[in-house]
């Protein structure tokens, strides 16, 4: 098993405009969330999915958009980016929510001029 | 309202020393869950432990023990005989029962000289 994919591992951007972050697990996991990773600040919740076409926000859902028509796979679109997105990416999943431990993706850098 | 607080920002020790991290968490759940991890200088973050409220048996595993105590609201972490390898960001985190939601706190970087 590959576990949890990101791509890519590193992406500058200019303000304004979008992009789609990838994230795939081959776990048959039905839960996968992204967080994103701020200095002082640990992780935070963007967006998070209980299963295929299911969908639902997390602590800073703004300016980002999730959907998941697969099991498997879970992108989130940044729609307008701006340089307070700048920020480490991380994708998680697991098989539910509860008590499930999350498994991490290794983990997205993204630079927002 | 859930949340959690790591106060100590970075921690310095020589190696072989032992060290505490300190966790504590506010929420008004009779049952939730703790876990810690463990991010290396390579970035990926990896899964140390799951703790879940009804559960306060100390755990030990090999160098690593966890202190779970609710009358305190606390989960702390301890490593014994500090090895440089064991230099990273550690963090603490919050889940409540049944829902889907993480709650990190804000992590604690240890250095481990030699």
């Known amino acids: 098993n590959a576990g949890v994919t990101q791509t890519p591992k590193f992406q500058v951007l200019k303000t304004g405009q979008s992009m789609t972050l990838q994230c795939a697990q081959d776990?048959?996991?039905?839960?996968m969330s992204w967080y994103r990773q701020d200095p002082g600040m640990g992780l935070r919740l963007i967006h998070y999915?209980?299963?295929?076409?299911?969908?639902d926000q997390g602590e800073v859902p703004n300016g980002y958009n999730v959907s998941r028509s697969t099991t498997e796979d879970f992108p989130l679109r940044l729609l307008s980016a701006a340089p307070s997105q700048t920020s480490v990416y991380f994708c998680?999943?697991?098989?539910?929510?509860?008590?499930?431990?999350?498994?991490f993706g290794p983990g997205t850098r993204l630079l927002v001029l | 309202a859930q949340k959690v607080t790591q106060a100590q920002t970075e921690i310095s020790v020589v190696e072989k020393e032992d060290v505490t991290l300190d966790c504590v968490y506010e929420?008004?759940?009779?049952?939730?869950?703790l876990f810690w991890y463990k991010q290396p200088p390579s970035g990926e973050l990896v899964f140390l432990i799951r703790?879940?409220?009804?559960?306060?048996q100390n755990e030990i595993s090999g160098r690593y023990s966890w202190n779970f105590q609710k009358s305190t609201s606390s989960f702390n972490f301890t490593i014994t005989a500090s090895q440089v390898v064991d230099s990273a960001v550690y963090f603490c985190?919050?889940?409540?029962?049944?829902?889907?939601?993480?709650?990190f706190g804000s992590g604690t970087k240890l250095n481990v000289k030699p």
């Open positions: 776990m048959n996991h039905e839960y």
């Open positions: 999915s209980v299963g295929a076409g299911i969908t």
């Open positions: 998680a999943s697991s098989y539910g929510g509860g008590a499930e431990t999350q498994y």
């Open positions: 985190a919050l889940m409540q029962y049944n829902f889907n939601k993480f709650y």
């Open positions: 929420t008004r759940d009779t049952t939730y869950y």
């Open positions: 703790r879940n409220s009804f559960d306060e």
